[in-house]
């Protein structure tokens, strides 16, 4: 292994050069402790979008663990996913190849089957994060919350452990402490992956969160939040998540006239999910301080997408809008930058070979992001693109040049939107039909099919093409869960 080779040729070096600095031949060698290699924790907190988080800007602060943490480590204020949805980002996240090369959407349609859906898996012949790290040596742990992070979906490669069921942030990080504390082996660096599904839609947090965030709201969505816990505590049924979504909150997430006192509410339960996530978060921080793992342990707190309130006339996450695409990055690094704030982009696909760069190992042949240079604080600004698609409900795909943001919707790209995210952050103001604006429209246009080729390409040359299960293929209580969270059936 490079790291372990790298290492031994180190002490040799060293032994060498304190043999010729005058030492007598009988001294006693001089004994080099060498650095244990750094552990990982990379932590998704799914559907959590970058401007609700206090450190990017919300003044409700409902993240203070997380913001504390960031001001001790790296933020990356325009970090970005590239897809809209659970497996088809962490499939980018694990090996660092874009949608268009892996395959992985969440779901695909199957021509003349009506509203059937298959699901794309990970090709084996893909090199991820954890198998990259357990060639290396080190114990590989993921704990996740079900739904689409399943052996079935290719995403399980490399991990000795995978823990994933849909049990929510408490339960979850009380499994991880335990891996950490109890069954882990001391003698080995670990990577652990912690994934959580707190924050995604129906927000059910517990009653004081939401009476901090919201308490004077009064109305029909209050009454269907408490119904809905109550009905979710004495439910025999494990995570009828689906029951709830459709018996509690369907009549008013499908309601177009729904009211901006309900949207607000609604949007304050979305901030108390993520203040009771960031307290879960702290039980994880306090233990790395006080198990004395916080100074060998690099920590990645990110998300897959984010989540649309009616920005652009959806509830979710199913388009490619900033609301969606923005996400928090946050790391720290044991002995580096704290307090940096980064504006240069940043992509889910970076992770892998930012990780694997500060480890000092080999990054495989197939990943296409970059190296952020994570222990320099001085590191050099990445100009570049970043790109997003989607699949369904239809075809949306995204080319971000600088603050120029082309949006693309169709297979053939036929609509086309132009919008100038410095001055217009929200996307409210198309530009695609100024002289300008359609000159940039069409040179991004020119530029993303080349992109696309190269990744179809890429695909094939490396065998990545990816398998095909249907609902069928997976195990009932994995289709239960995906039923739960409203993966199954319809758009």
Request: glycine share 6%.
């Amino acid at each position: 292994m490079r790291t372990r080779l790298r290492l031994a040729l180190v002490l040799a070096a060293s032994t060498f050069i304190l043999a010729s600095c005058g030492q007598p031949e009988d001294a006693t060698p001089t004994q080099i402790e060498a650095a244990p290699p750094l552990n990982v924790i990379l932590f998704v907190i799914d559907t959590l979008r970058a401007d609700r988080l206090g450190c990017y800007g919300n003044d409700a602060r409902p993240s203070p663990h997380l913001d504390a943490f960031a001001d001790e480590g790296i933020l990356f204020e325009n970090a970005k996913a590239p897809s809209p949805y659970t497996a088809t980002s962490h499939a980018s996240l694990f090996s660092s190849t874009y949608p268009a090369t892996h395959g992985v959407w969440n779901r695909v349609k199957i021509p003349g089957a009506g509203k059937a859906k298959a699901f794309p898996t990970l090709s084996e012949k893909a090199d991820t994060l954890a198998e990259v790290l357990q060639r290396e040596g080190y114990q590989t742990a993921a704990v996740a919350d079900g739904g689409f992070l399943t052996d079935r979906r290719g995403l399980a490669q490399g991990f000795e452990l995978f823990d994933s069921k849909t049990l929510w942030v408490k339960n979850r990080m009380d499994r991880a402490l335990k891996w950490l504390k109890d069954e882990r082996d001391e003698s080995q660096p670990f990577f652990l992956f912690l994934h959580t599904y707190e924050v995604h839609y129906p927000y059910l947090p517990d009653a004081k969160y939401v009476n901090r965030f919201a308490g004077g709201y009064q109305g029909p969505i209050r009454d269907a939040v408490e119904e809905a816990r109550d009905f979710l505590a004495s439910n025999p049924v494990q995570n009828p998540i689906g029951d709830i979504q459709r018996k509690f909150f369907k009549p008013f997430f499908d309601n177009k006239d729904i009211s901006q006192r309900d949207k607000d509410f609604i949007f304050a339960l979305y901030d108390a999910e993520i203040a009771m996530t960031d307290d879960e978060t702290a039980r994880l921080f306090s233990y790395l301080q006080d198990s004395g793992l916080k100074g060998n342990t690099l920590v990645i707190i990110t998300s897959d997408h984010g989540e649309e309130f009616w920005e652009h006339g959806r509830f979710g996450h199913n388009q490619i809008y900033e609301e969606v695409l923005s996400i928090p990055l946050l790391i720290q690094v044991p002995g580096g930058p704290k307090g940096i704030r980064r504006a240069d982009p940043a992509e889910l696909v970076d992770v892998m070979p930012s990780i694997l760069s500060l480890l000092q190992i080999d990054t495989p042949a197939a990943a296409i992001g970059r190296d952020l240079d994570l222990a320099n604080a001085n590191a050099k600004p990445l100009a570049r693109p970043t790109i997003a698609q989607a699949n369904l409900p239809h075809i949306q795909t995204s080319w971000t040049n600088g603050s120029q943001k082309s949006f693309f919707e169709g297979p053939l790209r036929e609509t086309s939107f132009l919008f100038d995210l410095n001055n217009d952050p929200q996307e409210q103001h198309d530009l695609s039909n100024e002289p300008t604006g359609a000159a940039i429209i069409m040179q991004s246009k020119k530029q993303l099919e080349m992109w696309l080729q190269a990744c179809v390409t890429r695909r094939i040359e490396l065998g990545l093409e990816p398998g095909i299960n249907s609902i069928h293929q997976f195990t009932a209580e994995q289709a239960r869960e995906l039923e739960a969270l409203g993966y199954v059936g319809g758009e």
